[in-house]
């Protein structure tokens, strides 16, 4: 069992917010991960938004073939931030040697490019320190996309917190949005790309559930996107998805529930959209889902999404006020973190809708 949960905000927040989000919700899940995506980020990245970070763990060795190949392929580094890790005994993480988080300027001959060349670049350069460190199992490339930072890891995740120093509100990491999980993959092996969220191309999603359509998803998009690979995780089909309606056939996003779970023949029938409906269906039919889960999104452009499978056999609420809207699987996470909030107002989204969340933190809601 997983539980996920997600943060937007008028003002910057620290982790220590999607925690005390997560924590309440402990006995829905294991204690052996914590993950969070940052995006829209203040605190030591502010200066550099423009610049793509680059967020990876790794030993010694693999430290120096990030910085050799990055070197190589013209990128400048601008800003790079270390966390001092407090790794005292007793702390239940299973940590790598280093964490870095590094800022860099384009190649000079990509400074005149265009916004999507720019964006293909920087998809292609994490894919080669990717293959570069699995080699011999020298690190973890997380993400490398302007204003997003990716932290990943293995063990307790308040260990962890204490670990990176995530309960110190210390100005150091703040955003406007955050995406976390507590728990790592563990219905497969325990390997740090498999915990959620995962990210793609300003693209971040996590998935409290399970897809049976796993190998179906799979072997489907293996053949649509360079990017789609590792599998590590069913959930990961899900994100891949979501980047291919929205990003590659730029489709509207109440288009990503129709795909992932369409409507029955017959009401699909019925409907002025109905042939658009059918041609989804018959076209893009190895991306529908099946099972029990929920699905928390966050966009490039900072909206966030959630919804459910085609019964809602996995639980999800949405709750704010004025400052902030939060998602997550519990509403005792709510409790802590929004104890102020009209709790008459928070929205348990059902099997054929989708939420979206502005970044006026107005709630959009679509029903399928």
Not at 111 to 120: D, K, T, Y
Not at 136 to 159: N, R
Not at 174 to 191: D, W
Not at 286 to 301: A, D, F
Request: aromatic content about 10%; charged content about 25%; glycine content about 6%.
């Amino acid at each position: 069992m997983c539980r996920i949960g997600s943060i937007k905000s008028t003002t910057p927040i620290p982790p220590s917010m999607a925690l005390r989000l997560m924590l309440p919700q402990q006995e829905g899940h294991d204690n052996s991960g914590f993950a969070m995506v940052m995006q829209d980020l203040e605190g030591v990245f502010a200066p550099h938004k423009d610049k793509p970070l680059l967020s990876f763990a790794c030993t010694g060795k693999g430290k120096q073939i990030a910085d050799d190949y990055m070197d190589k392929k013209g990128f400048i580094p601008v800003f790079q931030w270390i966390p001092d890790l407090e790794l005292r005994p007793g702390l239940k993480i299973a940590a790598m040697p280093n964490y870095v988080f590094s800022n860099y300027d384009y190649p000079r001959d990509m400074r005149g490019a265009s916004r999507e060349a720019r964006e293909e670049l920087l998809l292609d350069t994490r894919l080669a320190l990717r293959r570069l460190l699995e080699k011999e199992g020298h690190g973890f490339v997380y993400s490398f996309w302007p204003d997003v930072l990716t932290l990943k890891e293995i063990g307790d995740p308040a260990d962890i917190a204490v670990c990176f120093g995530l309960w110190e509100d210390d100005g150091r990491l703040l955003a406007k949005n955050i995406v976390s999980q507590c728990r790592q993959n563990t219905n497969y092996a325990i390997v740090r790309y498999a915990a959620h969220p995962f990210f793609l191309q300003g693209y971040t999603l996590c998935a409290n559930g399970e897809n049976t359509f796993y190998t179906k998803n799979t072997e489907f998009q293996k053949s649509l996107h360079r990017g789609y690979i590792g599998f590590e995780s069913d959930s990961q089909n899900f994100l891949y998805t979501l980047h291919y309606v929205l990003r590659q056939l730029k489709w509207p996003i109440k288009y990503y529930k129709h795909v992932i779970t369409p409507l029955p023949f017959v009401e699909a029938e019925q409907r002025a959209d109905r042939k658009e409906l059918s041609l989804i269906r018959e076209s893009l039919a190895h991306l529908e889902i099946n099972g029990p889960n929920t699905i928390i999104g966050l966009l490039p452009e900072g909206q966030m999404i959630t919804c459910c499978d085609s019964k809602k056999l996995r639980p999800v609420v949405v709750g704010g006020n004025e400052r902030m809207v939060a998602i997550t699987s519990e509403v005792c996470g709510l409790n802590v973190i929004l104890p102020d909030r009209d709790a008459s107002e928070d929205i348990y989204p059902h099997e054929r809708e989708m939420v979206v969340i502005d970044n006026d933190l107005a709630v959009r809601r679509w029903n399928q």
